[in-house]
């Protein structure tokens, strides 16, 4: 498959989303019983950060347990990793940022990947590359909306995942850009509903945020 096949591919599962969560498990029961909150709520799909010693074990019990739920492996910070979450059965993969090194071994993956970037310079050198669909990281503190709808003329080409910063008063907005295939956020997952194991909280909330992509995507 070529690579602009597999970016179409990746922002087909990102529209998809909409809505994409940005979930750090700790114990394998925890990411069972948060990706069934998130799947019950609405939210078909995860972005699984490779972030605790549990992550990629967790990511391989996920893909077998729950076979309904789109899992994209996340913080994928080197080439080890990529492959390790390759192995792991991910759907996608997604990079916080993307060296020169990272973009031509993700460029030759054989599943979709949505590289990070946070400026026009490290986009540009993506899209040399092949790649049409990035992530925006960390995209409030680079700029947010103003940046999205900055890079839209120049960029007319990219779809953005923007992530970082984001939060259920300000996904609407976010989500209503035309150059914005997707959202990230953590909201729907905070570290303290999980650890208390208040998982009708994470569906509750994850109800609010698929009713915000039916709202605005319709």
């Known amino acids: 498959m070529s690579i602009e096949a597999r970016q179409q591919k990746a922002e087909q599962l990102l529209r998809a989303a909409g809505i994409l969560p940005v979930v750090t498990v700790h114990t394998l029961d925890e990411a069972r019983r948060v990706s069934e909150a998130l799947l019950a709520g609405g939210l078909p799909a995860i972005e699984l950060t490779l972030r605790t010693p549990v992550a990629m074990e967790a990511l391989a019990m996920l893909k077998r347990e729950l076979p309904d739920i789109v899992i994209g492996a996340g913080t994928v910070l080197n080439v080890e990793q990529m492959q390790r979450s390759i192995?792991?059965?991910?759907?996608?993969?997604v990079t916080p940022g993307t060296t020169a090194e990272m973009a031509d071994t993700l460029a030759a993956a054989p599943v979709p990947v949505v590289p990070g970037a946070a400026t026009p310079t490290e986009l540009l050198s993506l899209m040399a590359r092949g790649f049409r669909v990035c992530k925006l990281f960390p995209a409030s503190a680079v700029g947010g909306l103003a940046m999205i709808?900055?890079?839209?003329?120049?960029?007319?080409?990219?779809?953005?995942?923007?992530?970082?910063?984001?939060?259920?008063?300000?996904?609407?907005?976010?989500?209503?850009?035309?150059?914005?295939?997707c959202i990230g956020g953590s909201w729907m997952v905070p570290k303290a509903w999980l650890d208390a194991g208040e998982w009708d909280k994470v569906r509750e909330s994850s109800a609010k945020a698929a009713a915000i992509v039916s709202r605005v995507r319709g």
Do not use: H, M, R, W
Request: glycine share 16%; net charge negative; hydrophobic share 40%.
């Open 87 to 93: 192995d792991a059965g991910a759907d996608f993969l």
């Open 149 to 181: 709808k900055g890079l839209a003329g120049p960029l007319s080409e990219l779809k953005l995942c923007p992530t970082g910063g984001i939060g259920e008063d300000t996904a609407a907005d976010y989500l209503s850009q035309p150059n914005v295939a």
